[in-house]
């Protein structure tokens, strides 16, 4: 095996987290195959079977010969068209050609017979003197990702488990912290520095906890197996509203986590309130019409993870006591006097 690739192999798999996992899996095609485009898509199934995208890399040589990296490339609309409406062709390894004059190939990565994400390499050429390269690395990746996902995904929902929500919270309140810092130092335009420190402060990060109404009298009535296709359902339905780098949780039972990447609060109120209502209008096999109680809080890079849950849970609390199916903001209903600060 080349010793480049073999190196990409090892720096991979010192990774013990899938979005790095992810992030380290492009850049080591994209540092195999210059002047490429490479786009890492999560599989959905709802309402049907479709790809994801969730990172994009493009790694190419400037003039002076150095090396120019540029995340989240836009890909060519037609290439984006081609990927949302042929999921079943691309089950399985793939090469077609789009109007742009690209050539492309796609590689599903497949875990337990299941199609769980996708990788697509867009070149100006056919990419055939790598493919048994490219296909080495993506065997890797499938059974690295399979260890990651049985440690931090939920066996039924696919979605992050308990067990990772510190882990993930901290690495989330890092990045942007980190990302405000230079941010802040942007520019020498006074004017221009102002109104980004203005769109920070507007914007910060949230954490909800989605409740299932009622939820003992729906494995009461039906029993578990119907219990769990709700939960399951549920767990597309968030997976279809909520952007690709918003975290998703199952907590256990029937209670779920959102923690939002940075976002004004009347969006992130206007977001859960149309995911309130997709679910209440949403007709769940059997069980038929279920609701959800949703409580919130602001999320900064000081709170204590522990904090910041016991804020939503106590926000969670008073919608699940003020009639559910509805929810509230801990912050606002401090500032309303409705509940005490928890800090009190």
Known sequence: MDDKIFDSIIEMTTKRDSDEFGISIIAS?????????????????????????????????????????????ELPEKTKKYISQNFEQLSQLSAYRTDEDF???????????????????????????????????IKVCQNFYAILASSEKDSLTGLYNRKTYDQKLSTLLRKQ??????????????H???????????????LAIVDIDFFKKVNDKFGHLYGDEVLLLL?????????QNDLLFRFGGEEFVIVFEPIPEEKAHFVLDKFRQLIESYNFPIVGHVTVSIGYAKVTETDHPKSVFDNAD??????????????????????????KNNAD
């Not at 106590?314 to 509940?339: P, Q, W």
Request: hydrophobic share 35%.
């Open 29 to 73: 095609i994209a540092e195999l195959i210059p002047d490429c485009i490479v786009g890492l898509f999560c599989s959905i199934e709802y309402p049907k079977a479709y790809y994801k995208e969730m990172r994009t890399l493009s790694v190419h040589y400037n003039s002076a010969g150095e090396k120019q990296y540029l995340w989240n490339v």
């Open 103 to 137: 050539y492309h190939t796609f590689f599903p990565i497949i875990i337990d017979n299941k199609v769980e994400f996708g990788i697509n390499i867009s070149t100006k050429a056919p990419i055939t003197p790598q493919l048994n390269s490219l296909l080495a690395i």
């Open 177 to 190: 912290h980190n990302n405000q810092l230079n941010n802040l130092t942007w520019g020498v335009d006074n």
């Open 192 to 206: 221009s520095a102002n109104e980004l420190r203005n769109t920070i402060v507007q914007s910060h990060t949230w």
């Open 235 to 243: 767990s597309q339905l968030m997976q279809k509203s909520f952007r």
């Open 314 to 339: 106590k926000a969670l609390y008073f919608s699940k006591k003020n009639g559910r199916n509805c929810l509230h903001n801990y912050e606002k209903l401090v500032r309303d006097t409705l509940i």
